[in-house]
Nanobody, 124 residues
Framework: QVQLVESGGGLVQAGGSLRLSCAPT????????MGWFRQAPGKAREFVGS????????YYADSVKGRFTISRDNVKNTVYLQMNSLKPEDTAVYYC?????????????????WGQGTQVTVSS
């Protein structure tokens, strides 16, 4: 069983930046493809980005490409989501997730473990 804990959310003005972190308890992340998803009020959960086990491959939703960057430090056992040029429409609860798949994926059904989420609010 993998328990994931996100941190780093908060309130930021449009154009600002935040960095989210995701760390597990009880397991190493290096054996998992990791993903970030988000869910805004009244909307379905949506894919944000994914990173392969060794960090060599990343994949992003078009809505965040060029603004968000996923990285991982397998020594520190932590995955990050750097969010720049934030927009009010980025406001959501952000979740990290772990998948046993070998490569990156946007399919939420491919992810076996999910964190509780961290709130990101972007004011205009």
């Amino acid at each position: 069983q993998v328990q994931l804990v996100e941190s780093g959310g908060g309130l930021v003005q449009a154009g600002g930046s935040l960095r989210l972190s995701c760390a597990p308890t009880g397991r190493t992340l290096s054996t998992y493809t990791m993903g970030w998803f988000r869910q805004a009020p009244g909307k379905a959960r949506e894919f944000v980005g994914s990173i392969s086990r060794n960090g060599g491959s990343t994949y992003y939703a078009d809505s965040v490409k060029g603004r968000f960057t996923i990285s991982r430090d397998n020594v520190k056992n932590t995955v990050y989501l750097q969010m720049n040029s934030l927009k009010p429409e980025d406001t959501a609860v952000y979740y990290c997730a772990a998948s046993g798949r070998l490569g990156t994926t946007a399919m939420d059904s491919a992810y076996n473990y999910w964190g509780q989420g961290t709130q990101v609010t972007v004011s205009s």
